[in-house]
C-alpha cells in the first residue's frame, strides 16, 4: 500500500510517500480502507520528536481516519465490510479499570493512531474493532474525518473538565484551530456566553459565524483588558486553553473569582508561572484535560449526525502532499482543519 512514513524526526520533508506492507489483522481488530485523514498539531509534534518519547520508527503518523471497513478479525461481531466508519483516535486496553468505568483517556496504555502506532495517513489502517464509530451520512469523507480528535479534546475539556454551564462565559484561544472551532460550537451548544481570540479580523469574523458573541485580536489587542470590558470588569467562567507560554499570564488573569482553565495543550510552549496568593485567594481551579473518552466521541457524533455540530475544513491535500500539508499547518493561517484525501 502507498503511506506516508518519516524514518527519522525532523522537517516536513522527512515525510515520504512509499510503498508498505499492508497491516496484518488481530482477530478483534479490523482493517480500514483510508478515505481521508485529518491533520493535528499532534502530527507536528510527532514528526518533529518529543523529549522522552520513543515513537517507534519508520512510522506512518496520522490520528483521524474516515473510510470503509475492508477486512474484519475472526472475533469481530459489530460491523462489517463496506461499512463507513469514522474511527476513534484513541487505543487503549480495553480491561483495567479506568477502560472499563468508560474513562478510557486515563488508561495507562492509552495511545493515538499515529503516535505510538502506525496512523492513517495510509492506504489502510489497523484498528481494534471498539474503535469504529457510527459514520455520520450528512458529511463527506474529508468532513467525518476532521471529527474525532478536536472535537472529543474540546469536549472532554468543556463538558468532561470545566462542567460548563448555561449562562456562563468561555473565553476560547485560538479560534482558528480545529480545537477552537470546535469548542465554540459546544460552549454554544451548552448555552454559554463565547468570547474567541484569534489572529486576524478576518478570523475573528469566521469565528462569529461560527457562534461567538465576541471576538479578540490578540495582535492588536490585550486579551485580559477586553475581557474585562466585555464581562464589566468581572472576567470570564472557564478559559479554554492550548496555546501554552504566550497566553498563560493573559488566560490566568480574564478569569473571574472561582473561574476555572482548562488547558489541553502547549503549542508555543509548557512553561508557565502562577502566583499562588492569586490563586487561592480568588479559589481558582485549574485542570489539565488530555484527549477524551470514546463514550463523548459517541454523543459528539450524534450531534454531528444532527446537524447540531459541524466540523470545519480548511483545505484538502492529497495524500502524496502531506509534506505540503504540514508545511501549511505550522504556518498556523488556516481556519480549521487541514485534511489529507487518500
Ligand atoms: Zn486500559
Redesign the pocket.
Known amino acids: 500500500m502507498k503511506a506516508i512514513v518519516f524514518e527519522q524526526h525532523g522537517s516536513p520533508h522527512v515525510l515520504k510517500y512509499i510503498d508498505v506492507p499492508q497491516p496484518a489483522i488481530k482477530p478483534n481488530e479490523v482493517l480500514v480502507r483510508v478515505k481521508a485523514c485529518a491533520l493535528n498539531h499532534l502530527d507536528i509534534w510527532v514528526r518533529l520528536g518529543l523529549p522522552g518519547v520513543p515513537i517507534p520508527l519508520p512510522h506512518i503518523p496520522g490520528s483521524d481516519v474516515a473510510g470503509e471497513i475492508a477486512q474484519v478479525g475472526s472475533e469481530v461481531t459489530s460491523v462489517r465490510v463496506g461499512q463507513k466508519v469514522v474511527l476513534a483516535p484513541g487505543v487503549?486496553?480495553?480491561?483495567?479499570p479506568?477502560?472499563v468505568s468508560g474513562l478510557?483517556n486515563r488508561?495507562?496504555?492509552?495511545t493515538n493512531l499515529g503516535y505510538m502506532i502506525d496512523g492513517g495517513c495510509a492506504e489502510f489502517v489497523r484498528v481494534p474493532e471498539v474503535n469504529c464509530l457510527p459514520y455520520p451520512e450528512n458529511l463527506s469523507f474529508e468532513e467525518a474525518a476532521a471529527v474525532p480528535l478536536v472535537f472529543q479534546t474540546a469536549w472532554h475539556m468543556l463538558v468532561g473538565r470545566a462542567q460548563l454551564q448555561p449562562g456562563e462565559d468561555v473565553l476560547i484561544l485560538g479560534a482558528s484551530s480545529g480545537v477552537g472551532s470546535a469548542a465554540i460550537q459546544i460552549a454554544k451548544f451548552f448555552g454559554a456566553r463565547v468570547i474567541a481570540t484569534a489572529g486576524t479580523d478576518e478570523k475573528l469574523q469566521k469565528a462569529k459565524r461560527l457562534g461567538a458573541d465576541h471576538g479578540i485580536n490578540h495582535k492588536s489587542q490585550k486579551i485580559r483588558e477586553e475581557v474585562r470590558r466585555i464581562t464589566n470588569k468581572r472576567g470570564v467562567d472557564v478559559v479554554f486553553e492550548h496555546v501554552g507560554t504566550a497566553t498563560w499570564d493573559e488566560s490566568i488573569a480574564s478569569l473571574a473569582p472561582s473561574g476555572r482553565l482548562v488547558t489541553c495543550g502547549a503549542t508555543t510552549g509548557f512553561d508557565a508561572r502562577i502566583d499562588l496568593r492569586f490563586l487561592f485567594s480568588r479559589q481558582l481551579s485549574l485542570l489539565g484535560s488530555y484527549m477524551g473518552t470514546k463514550s463523548e466521541l459517541h454523543a459528539v457524533l450524534k450531534l454531528v449526525a444532527a446537524g447540531r455540530l459541524k466540523p470545519i475544513v480548511d483545505r484538502v491535500f492529497p495524500l502524496a502532499q502531506a509534506a505540503a500539508a504540514h508545511a501549511y499547518l505550522e504556518s498556523s493561517s488556516q481556519f480549521g482543519k487541514v485534511v489529507l484525501r487518500v
Not at 487503549?92 to 483495567?96: L, S, V
Not at 488508561?107 to 492509552?110: A, G, I, K, N, Q
Open positions: 487503549t486496553c480495553g480491561k483495567c479506568a477502560c478510557d488508561c495507562r496504555h492509552f
